[in-house]
Structures are given as structure tokens and as C-alpha cells.
């Protein structure tokens, strides 16, 4: 169980990744202008926040579990949830990448507070952790260690995979046109559909 739980948690910690949005553009902006170490810092605080999402939604989703039947509903809302979430980044319109999206530089000291602020009032983020603690939640076969596991081969993922598209800001840059931005948008939002439809039959269908 251990290894699916990494298997798990990398894939989804990849799927995550391709989403271009608000920590994209601060990573990308802040790493062209200010260097890999200052975007390093954002990162940082993008994974605390991150970190403090995993925790509050886990814990919420622990607590409703102690109602009778109600792991059911869990299964179905964060599976919705999902879908919903990828048919909205499928249909999102690409905003270009120019000077406008460029973040203000921070000071040092300020650069873990602002990747961590630009994180946290993105409402998807919540949902998308929320989703994913329902998806755990129905994991009846998983032990403790098999979740903490999971939460961290999919934090290590994320945090990985930005850390290399600060470090790749350039080039990444030069090769994102609005196309191939929306053509990555609609991969990564069917394959967010298909685990909440995942998650879905898991729920009613525990046996198959």
C-alpha cells in the first residue's frame, strides 16, 4: 500500500503542477526578475500554505467521518468537486504572459509571506485540497502511515516541480504560447475529471 500511496500522490502531485495560475506567474515573474532564490523563498511559502490546507481539511474531513453513512456523501461531493474543478480550468480563458503579471520584488524576509498569501486566498486551492481529503477518506485500506505518505509524495511533487519551473523561467517562458497554454490547461483538466469520476465510482461501487 505504501507504494501506492507514493504512486498516488506523484501523480497527482504532477497533475497539480500543470495548472497555470496565480503561483505559476508569481514563480515564473519573480524568478526572471529577481533570481532562482528569491522564487525559491515564494516557493516556500506556497508549500506552508499548502502544508496548513492539507491539515485543516484533513482534519474537517476526519471529524465528518464520525456521522453515520457520511463517508458516501464525501466520496460524491469531492468527487464533483474535482470534476467541476477541471471542467472550469478546461473552459478558463489563457491570460497572456506580460509585464502586468510581473510581482513586485519583495524583500527576502517578505518573498515566504507573499508566495505563501498568493496561495492562500486562491479559493481553489481549498477546494482541491478538500477534494483530496474526501478522496483519502474513502481509502479504507490505507493506515496512517500510508496517508502521511501520500500527503507527502504529493507536496514533495509540487514543491519539486516549482522549484524547477523557477529554475527553468526562461525557457519555459519563451515556449508557453497561448496555445500550447490551452492545450495543457484542457490535458490537465480531463485528467482532473477522471479522478473525480474515479473517486465517484469508488464510492458507489467499493467492490469493483
Not at 89 to 117: E, L, Y
Not at 160 to 175: H, Q, V
Amino acid at each position: 500500500m505504501i507504494s501506492d500511496a507514493i504512486l498516488e500522490g506523484i501523480k497527482l502531485g504532477g497533475l497539480l503542477s500543470l495548472m497555470i495560475g496565480p503561483v505559476f506567474f508569481a514563480l515564473m515573474t519573480t524568478s526572471l526578475a529577481h533570481g532562482f532564490r528569491q522564487s525559491a523563498i515564494l516557493a516556500l511559502g506556497v508549500l506552508m500554505s499548502d502544508l496548513i490546507y492539507v491539515f485543516v481539511s484533513y482534519l474537517g474531513v476526519q471529524f465528518l467521518k464520525k456521522i453515520p453513512a457520511i463517508e458516501s456523501y464525501l466520496g460524491l461531493v469531492g468527487g464533483l468537486i474535482l470534476i467541476g474543478f477541471g471542467i472550469n480550468f478546461m473552459v478558463k480563458k489563457v491570460t497572456p504572459i506580460s509585464s502586468d503579471n510581473v510581482v513586485a520584488k519583495p524583500k527576502k524576509r517578505k518573498a515566504f509571506f507573499q508566495g505563501f498569501g498568493i496561495n492562500g486566498i486562491n479559493p481553489f486551492v481549498m477546494l482541491f485540497w478538500l477534494s483530496i481529503a474526501s478522496m483519502v477518506s474513502i481509502k479504507n485500506t490505507w493506515m496512517v502511515s500510508d496517508r502521511v505518505i501520500f500527503y507527502g509524495s504529493l507536496l514533495g511533487t509540487i514543491f519539486g516541480i516549482d522549484l524547477l519551473k523557477a529554475f527553468l523561467a526562461s525557457s519555459l517562458r519563451s515556449y508557453l504560447s497561448p496555445t500550447l497554454r490551452k492545450v495543457i490547461q484542457i490535458f490537465a483538466g480531463l485528467l482532473i475529471c477522471y479522478f473525480g469520476f474515479k473517486m465517484i465510482w469508488t464510492t458507489l461501487y467499493p467492490g469493483i
